[in-house]
């Protein structure tokens, strides 16, 4: 397979292969009658998840610079406008695939552990689901193994602003918007590196030691989060009959 066959076929298997644990949360959680709020229940932190999105991938781009040189042939207004109005909206509609699984199901069935190994659990599986992707070239071209452990790191270290948001919004849309736009905006910015690296940006090595800097800080945040029933809190009386 020549190299642009394999991009287009990456391209066209990856929504497929991030709605795959969605599909699997939506089986189980109608076969047990478990229902999860899809809607906004809190406009500000919804609207914070979303400036969350652009924040870490942007600190992560700015301590890059020192390691890197720019290019910046090839973004127009018109590369902007595609992002903002077409790649954004997919990679949230694509993020929700996972996030009604990680962030749904799996959080439904650890909820009797603490918001620490919670956030580690779910970190943990969820990175390691991406590595039949990385295998094959995903986020990683060429770095099978060091790829899967930077995804790890990353997972691992973001997972309780995910949490965060979606105990605070008591809604999926919180962390679906932070994941869609934190995904859309890293893979953006990366693309203004001239040489690209394991170590740049938001998916690289920089990237990962900047999410743990937020694992601590959420960590903490999740500390002053007053959820007495947090199973409660994250799902509601199926309305399946």
């Known amino acids: 397979m020549s190299s642009d066959e394999s991009n287009m076929f990456l391209v066209y298997l990856t929504p497929i292969f991030k709605w795959v644990p969605g599909i699997v949360a939506i089986f189980f959680s109608y076969k047990e ?11 500000s ?44 909206p997919c990679n949230i509609l694509f993020a929700l695939g996972e996030e009604v699984m990680w962030r749904g199901y799996f959080l439904a ?17 969820w990175g390691l689901w991406h590595l039949p992707l990385i295998s094959i070239g995903y ?16 997972t691992t270290g973001i997972s309780p602003v995910f949490l965060y948001y979606r105990l605070k919004g008591n809604s ?16 953006f910015l990366f693309s203004f590196f001239k040489i690209p690296s394991l170590l740049l940006g938001g ?12 694992f601590i800080i959420y960590m903490r945040k999740l500390k002053t989060l007053e959820i007495e029933n947090p199973l409660k809190r994250i799902t509601k009386l199926s309305c399946y009959s």
């Open 203 to 214: 998916f690289g090595l920089i990237g990962a030691i900047v999410t743990w800097v937020y």
């Open 109 to 125: 069935k650890i909820t009797r552990h603490s918001f620490l190994q919670q956030s580690l659990l779910t970190g943990c599986v």
């Open 45 to 88: 932190t919804a609207l914070s998840a979303c400036l969350l999105g652009v924040t870490i991938p942007t600190v992560a781009f700015l301590l890059s610079l020192p390691f890197t040189q720019l290019k910046l042939v090839g973004h127009s207004p018109q590369t902007l406008c595609l992002l903002l109005f077409y790649t954004m």
């Open 172 to 187: 999926l849309l919180p962390p679906t918007l932070l994941h869609g736009i934190f995904n859309t905006c890293t893979v």
């Open 139 to 154: 986020d990683y071209p060429g770095h099978p193994f060091l790829g899967l452990c930077l995804m790890l790191l990353l």
């Open 33 to 43: 009658r478990i229902a999860f709020n899809y809607f906004i229940t809190s406009l």
